[in-house]
């Protein structure tokens, strides 16, 4: 007889409790199955600003909103911290201290929507970070275009969607807050410099009035002209620093108020209308294949050890006991 019709063999003699233990096996699957609550995802796709000269300026914004989390570019394509920064802790914060609305237009807090508990805030936002960022968000850098998709999971399809859109959202806002600092910081020390170049050039200035006041023949004199000339080139320096410092005081102005995205949001994230899990046919049919190739190996276990022990107790045979 062959491996194969002796199997066959044991499972027909064995059938009731195979289909016991299949039988009541699926049902528990079709049960966990409907029991588990459904998770819908949504997601969102990013691509680095490709407007020409507004490019390295975003990207620079980027790279300075990178330091804010202490994160390094290493010379590197700043587009690629979007993952780091969409992951940080300062983003992921202010996600979940934001406000939702599902779709029976109920409204609550993410964090209290997430159903994180905790003694005190700080532990309740510990937690509901990493809930977020290790089960309910994911996001994945394509190398070759740069491009970043955000995927969020939820149990209702509008907060998913809106929760995606939002990651987005708040990743360009970040940018041009640290954007906007960076250039009041640089317009701040431009207005300070050029006082103190003004003040200089007055001074200069001054000194040049009394020289010549004092000096009203100096052409006949070699000393005096060399003076004079050293006293005129620190008038020209200066009216050139300050002239410098008047144009780079408008551009700083102007960064200051400048509204640059870094991102473009190619696919808005929009409500799945159907679930992303649980795969409720897979489980059960996984639960069935499982149970039935359990129940198949008890059986062939349970004969081969009865064969086994029956060897011992056939007539004519020699038992250690005997």
Known sequence: MTIVGAACGAAWRRRRFLALLTGGSTVLAVVAALLIPPLYRASVLLVPNQTGSSLSAALGDLTGLAGQFGISTGGEDPSRLFPEILQSRSLTHAILRSKVTASDSTSAVYLDWLGVDGATEAQRLEKGTKLFQMARSRVVLNPKNSSVKVVVFDRDPLVAAGIANRMASELDRLNQEIGRKNAREKRVFIEERRREVLRQLEA????????????????????LVLE?????RRVRLDEELALTLARELEIARIDEYKDVPVINVLDRALAPAERHSPRRAMIVIATFTISLLVGLALVLAWDGRRQFWSSFTAPGTTGMGR
């Open 204 to 223: 200069d200035e001054e000194e040049l009035t009394s020289f010549r006041v004092k000096n009203r023949n100096y052409i006949g004199s070699p000393q």
């Open 228 to 232: 004079f000339e050293r006293i005129s």
